[in-house]
């Protein structure tokens, strides 16, 4: 009887141990060792020394802040771009799939199936400057001879963005599932109905300020894709999102959007090989960054020290983000 | 997409980008928790290689005692290479001249296509153990001329006892002769070389033989320089009429102001590694300082000359690069890499190996042997550069251990990082 008692007591240490020790051997000692790298003074002729010097993290972030800046706004816009292309995805394959539900989702993850250099490889050859799709677009006269997709921000953020999309639609889709299709046939007999004139109104600032951050990223004129997308957005709030979907559909998957932005933006920040592959010199990212000063210059204590500062600004990010959606709703429904 | 021997486009040996910046990323894992505190962190791989080198220690002690002048006969060799590297049989995998060699020597070869990049093989495999004064499981090593040339800074090579290798000090080509980083030719054994030049689409550019149209506003945006420092400086070095071979600071910073005006200016499309070789093929670029061995094996599959994608060595100048066989410090088969370094340095096994492998071959007599072999591989300046070639191409010199580091991040500053 005791026994029995104290084996259930003891139950869920032992089905933690393996995850946590797991944890502990590649995610906490790593990230120890790395910790301790950053704080080390010398070079590979003469050796190195744990010297403490924290001195390093100041300059660090002095000279790479525009970097780390720019991989903020590079992974911040991917998300936003994939949670605009992977929702309405999500939704149609939760609410419309049918029988045919499987075979999407299968879709979603096929480019799992092929590695992610390849896929990143391959957009250099659709996206090529006279290729598959600048070609004819050139061809007929709506670009300039001169225009280009890759070797540009544009390119690495949409690289970024599909290579990630399918971690926004997964999580989207798991959340929009489970709604009960009832609870929103009940709001719409309760007169949930259009969603006007506030819908038209957000969406046009919503979608006018998106294609504003856009360009000036981009370096594209603000006004060229900014009034396209406000009317895109003003026609999206006026026509498609009712007040059922604003009041019963994203509250009940604010977990699903929540942990597929935090899934995309985290692993997007620190992405490098779209960078280096679709960008140009100005467009690096700090994941290159980081590779370089480690492999190129051997300057292991300021590629650490970047590390850590960007594992430690994800972080905060994540307890504002956190605090701001609540986590009550997310431990609770994002399973 | 259109090679028809690597189903890859861009598995080519040479810096192969992407595998190393994926290897990087494992590298960085792996010394963070190395280096620091020599034999703590590193302790797992060398106390592996250790063990390894443990049971045939005592054989090649007594194979190195009495080495001398008789070469090492049985034993292992555990090599450490390139991918696409050497003479495979398509039919069953096996390397043709490998086998050759084991069969003459008694000595079983361990070829492992290991190294994907100098940089991150350095983190992974030498620097850990060779910092703690361990062996480091290999007994050979191909790695490029500037990490050579940081190896014997620091120490890290045995000495190739040439009174066994009679071969590789009859044939070794006169250019490779008492480079800056190994004046007694005793060192590293030159494995094979590329050249860096001109790679352009006939198609759009027309003839190009001038290292002025990196440089200069033609093209803009559709040209690509290369990521290693030595190539792209190199050239910037010589189109402004210095030689990288005896580069000092001054020019260095000559050269690479020219680097950095053609970046900020967006002359220049993209850095990259072995990527260009898509971007030309998908016409986005048209002209890249380009690696022959490139050209031969990816952007010309059938090595027509009558191909768009073509190489030039400009009327300037080029770089050549070496890739060299080296044995790391403690190589418990020291007797028994030199044994191989020598087989190879005979014309016939190097003209073998050349047939397949494209590069520049470093064995003088290698083209008389390949004309029996192959005529058309024979006459390719690509792969048997003549004198005028040898004439115009400079190496890089090796660079003090405060220009490493120092050059390496101005570089990769003027790159945008």
């Known amino acids: 009887m005791r026994g029995a008692i104290a084996a259930r007591r003891l139950a869920p240490y032992v089905l933690l141990a393996p995850g946590l020790l797991w944890l502990v051997l590649f995610y906490v000692y790593p990230a120890i060792q790395m910790f301790l790298t950053s704080l080390w003074t010398g070079n590979i002729q003469n050796g190195y020394v744990q010297s403490w010097n924290w001195g390093i993290y100041p300059e660090a972030i002095t000279e790479y802040w525009p970097w780390l800046g720019r991989s903020i706004v590079y992974g911040g816009l991917a998300t936003i771009l994939a949670f605009g292309l992977g929702f309405p995805l999500a939704y149609a394959i939760a609410f419309r799939g049918g029988t045919y539900k499987n075979l999407l989702l299968f879709l979603v993850i096929a480019p799992f199936f092929t590695s992610f250099l390849l896929r990143t490889i391959s957009w250099k050859i659709i996206l090529a400057d006279d290729g598959l799709f600048l070609g004819p677009l050139k061809d007929v006269g709506v670009l300039p001879e001169d225009f280009r997709l890759l070797a540009t921000p544009a390119a690495v953020v949409a690289g970024i963005t599909y290579n990630f999309l399918p971690f926004m639609t997964l999580p989207l889709y798991v959340a929009l599932e489970k709604i009960d299709k009832r609870l929103i046939e009940a709001a719409e007999d309760l007169y949930a109905g259009p969603w006007r004139p506030q819908g038209t109104i957000v969406g046009l600032v919503l979608g006018g300020a998106l294609g504003v951050i856009v360009a000036l990223v981009m370096d594209y004129s603000p006004l060229l894709i900014g009034i396209p997308m406000a009317a895109a957005g003003a026609a999206i709030g006026t026509f498609l999102i009712s007040q059922a979907f604003i009041r019963v559909t994203v509250p009940l998957a604010l977990p699903g959007i929540f942990a597929g932005s935090l899934l995309t933006f985290i692993p997007a920040v620190g992405d490098f090989i779209n960078a280096e592959l679709l960008g140009n010199p100005q467009s690096l990212m700090i994941g290159n960054v980081i590779q370089a000063r480690y492999l190129k210059v051997t300057d292991y204590p300021t590629a650490s020290a970047l590390s850590f500062i960007l594992m430690l600004a994800i972080l905060i990010g994540l307890l504002i983000y956190t605090r701001l959606l609540g986590t009550e709703d997310l431990t609770g429904a994002s399973i | ?417």
């Open chain 2, 1 to 417: 997409m259109t090679d028809t021997r690597s189903p890859l486009p861009d598995l080519t040996r040479r810096r192969f980008l992407q595998g190393s910046a994926l290897a990087g990323a494992a590298a960085f894992l792996a010394a963070c928790t190395g280096g620091g505190t020599p034999g703590t962190g590193s302790a797992a791989p060398s106390a592996a290689a250790s063990e390894s080198a443990a049971g045939s220690a005592a054989a090649s002690e007594s194979a190195a005692a009495s080495a001398g002048a008789t070469p090492a006969q049985g034993g292992e060799l555990r090599w450490a290479s390139w991918i696409g590297y050497i003479d495979v049989n398509d039919a069953d995998q096996s390397y043709p001249t490998i086998k050759k060699f084991e069969d003459e020597t008694g000595i079983k070869v361990t070829y492992n296509e290991k190294i994907d990049g100098n940089e991150s093989f350095f983190t992974t495999d030498l620097q850990g153990p060779l910092t703690a004064g361990q062996p480091t499981g290999w007994d050979l090593i191909v790695v490029t001329d500037w990490l050579v040339a940081r190896l014997a800074r620091l120490g890290w090579l045995e000495k190739i006892d040439t009174s066994v290798t009679p071969n590789f000090v009859k044939n070794l080509a006169p250019n490779y002769k008492a480079r800056s980083f190994d004046p007694d030719t005793d060192l590293a054994a030159p494995w094979q070389s590329g050249m860096t030049g001109i790679g352009f689409n006939k198609k759009k550019t027309g003839e190009l033989d001038s290292l002025e149209v990196f440089f200069s506003t033609q093209f803009k945006g559709q040209k690509t320089y290369l990521d290693e420092m030595r190539d792209t400086v190199g050239l910037a070095a010589i189109k402004l009429g210095y030689d990288p071979a005896s580069i000092t600071a001054q020019q260095f910073d000559d050269s690479l102001a020219v680097v950095k005006k053609a970046i900020d200016d967006k002359i220049v499309r993209q850095v990259t590694g072995n990527s260009y070789v898509e971007d030309m093929q998908a016409d986005s670029a048209v002209m890249a300082m380009a690696w022959s061995g490139d050209v031969l094996t990816l952007l010309v599959p059938d090595q027509k000359p009558t191909q768009d994608f073509q190489w030039r060595l400009p009327k300037e100048g080029g770089m050549l690069w070496t890739d060299n066989m080296c044995i790391p410090k403690g190589a418990p088969n020291k007797g028994q890499a030199e044994r191989w370094i020598d087989f190879y340095y005979d014309p016939i096994n190097a003209a073998t190996i050349e047939a397949y492998v494209n590069y520049v071959c470093p064995v003088a007599g290698a083209k008389d042997e390949m004309l029996k072999i192959d005529k058309d591989i024979a006459a390719n300046p690509l792969i048997f550069p003549p004198d005028d070639y040898v004439a115009r191409l400079h190496q890089f010199r090796a660079v003090t251990a405060e220009e490493e580091t120092t050059w390496a991040e101005a570089f990769t500053k003027a790159m945008g990082l």
